[in-house]
C-alpha cells in the first residue's frame, strides 16, 4: 500500500518570503501522479499543482513550484512571495496511474501553513 | 455551473441513530469517492465507486455504507456501527483517466452526541 508522509504538521513563514513544504510517498510503482491540494478555513479543496511520474521536469503553477526526486521519493512545494491568502492547510496526494485512471488518492496528514503580515 | 454539492453544511444527530450524507455532481464524472477528515489525520478514504451500481471499501469503510444507483448520486450512510462517527466528510468525483483532476464538495461537519 502506498503511504504518504507530511513531516511538518504546522509551518509559519512572513509575507513575500518563500516557504517548502516537504512531502515524501512510499511506493513500488513506476507509474503515478502527486499532487498538493489546499484547504484555506473555508475548507474547500483546491488543486494547487500536480507532477506526473514519468516527466522529469518539475512542475509550476504561477507562484508555486515542486521539487520532485523520483529515487528520493519526495515531492515538495515551494511557495514563493507568499501572501496572506495562502494561509491554509496544504495536503500532499498520490495516486497510482491503475487501469482504470480512476484509483484513489492517498493523502498525507496535512501542513497547516501560516502567512504572517 | 458544474460542480459538487454536499448537503447539508452541518448535520447533528443523537446516538444510535443512522445518517445519510448527500452528495451529488453534474459534472457527468464516472468516479466518485467519500473522504472523512479529522484533526491530525489528514483525508482517508471510506468508500470509493468507479462505476454505476459498484463500489468498493476503502481504509476505513467500517460503519459506513454507499449506494450508487446513479451516475449523479453516492450517498454515504453513517450507521450506529461507526464507533466515532463526529467528522468532517468530503465528497469528490472525477471523470475516468488518470489525468483528470478530483474535485470535491464542500463537505458536511457531521457532529453525533
Known amino acids: 500500500a502506498q503511504t504518504v508522509t507530511q513531516s511538518q504538521p504546522e509551518m509559519s513563514v512572513q509575507e513575500a518570503e518563500t516557504v517548502t513544504l516537504s512531502c515524501t510517498y512510499d511506493t513500488s510503482e513506476n507509474n503515478y501522479y502527486l499532487f498538493w491540494y489546499k484547504q484555506p478555513p473555508s475548507r474547500q479543496m483546491i488543486l494547487v499543482i500536480r507532477?506526473?511520474?514519468?516527466?522529469?521536469q518539475n512542475a509550476t503553477e504561477n507562484r508555486f513550484s515542486v521539487n520532485f526526486q523520483k529515487a528520493a521519493k519526495s515531492f515538495s512545494l515551494k511557495i514563493s512571495d507568499s501572501q496572506l491568502g495562502d494561509t491554509a492547510m496544504y495536503f500532499c496526494?498520490?495516486?497510482?496511474?491503475?487501469?482504470?485512471?480512476?484509483?484513489?488518492?492517498?493523502f498525507g496528514k496535512g501542513t497547516r501553513l501560516s502567512v504572517i503580515a | 455551473d458544474g460542480g459538487i454539492t454536499q448537503s447539508p453544511k452541518y448535520l447533528f444527530r443523537k446516538e444510535g441513530q443512522n445518517v445519510t450524507l448527500s452528495c451529488e455532481q453534474n459534472l457527468n464524472h464516472d468516479a466518485m469517492y467519500w473522504y472523512r477528515q479529522d484533526p491530525g489525520q489528514g483525508l482517508r478514504l471510506i468508500y470509493y465507486?468507479?462505476?454505476?451500481?459498484?463500489?468498493q471499501k476503502g481504509d476505513i469503510a467500517e460503519g459506513y455504507s454507499v449506494s450508487r444507483e446513479k451516475k449523479e448520486s453516492f450517498p454515504l450512510t453513517v450507521t450506529s456501527a461507526q464507533k466515532n462517527p463526529t467528522a468532517f466528510y468530503l465528497c469528490?468525483?472525477?471523470?475516468?483517466?488518470?489525468?483528470?483532476?478530483?474535485?470535491f464538495g464542500n463537505g458536511t461537519r457531521l457532529t453525533v452526541t
Open positions: 469528490a468525483s472525477r471523470r475516468t483517466g488518470p489525468n483528470s483532476p478530483l474535485h
Open positions: 496526494a498520490f495516486m497510482f496511474s491503475g487501469d482504470s485512471g480512476n484509483t484513489p488518492l492517498v
Open positions: 465507486s468507479q462505476i454505476v451500481n459498484d463500489f
Open positions: 507532477q506526473e511520474a514519468y516527466k522529469q
